[in-house]
Nanobody
Framework: VQLQASGGGLVQAGGSLRLSCAAS????????MGWFRQAPGKEREFVAA????????DYGDSVKGRFTISRDNAKNTVYLQMNSLRPEDTAVYYC?????????????????WGQGTQVTVSS
């Protein structure tokens, strides 16, 4: 499966963005999906994950209550709604696909990765 992330940009602290990740060349509904982010000089960090059907989700502690992951299997797309953004949310955001049914925060369990989209939050 090929993944294309979009929707990043520059936003002020407290603002919102919605990221999208479109999948192609695969059966999207058979993959669990996740979002990760990587800030300069830091390791890639788990943000959110969602199960095949969308019925089960998981979030990293730093984004709980502010970010929402969802998916539309008819459109082969996973979304990340980001509210109450903070400067520390600034990073390149990556979507990824895993063959695991349930959400996982482990990078090593994702087989396919998108190219990343930059999110910059100004103070």
């Amino acid at each position: 499966v090929q993944l294309q992330a979009s929707g990043g940009g520059l936003v002020q602290a407290g603002g919102s963005l919605r990221l999208s990740c479109a999948a192609s060349r695969g059966t999207f509904s058979t993959y669990g999906m996740g979002w990760f982010r990587q800030a300069p000089g830091k390791e890639r960090e788990f943000v959110a994950a969602i199960s095949l059907s969308g019925g089960t989700v998981d979030y990293g502690d730093s984004v709980k209550g502010r970010f929402t992951i969802s998916r539309d299997n008819a459109k082969n797309t996973v979304y990340l709604q980001m509210n109450s953004l903070r400067p520390e949310d600034t990073a390149v955001y990556y979507c990824a696909a895993t063959s695991r049914i349930y959400p996982t925060s482990a990078l090593s369990r994702y087989q396919y990765w998108g190219q990343g989209t930059q999110v910059t939050v100004s103070s």
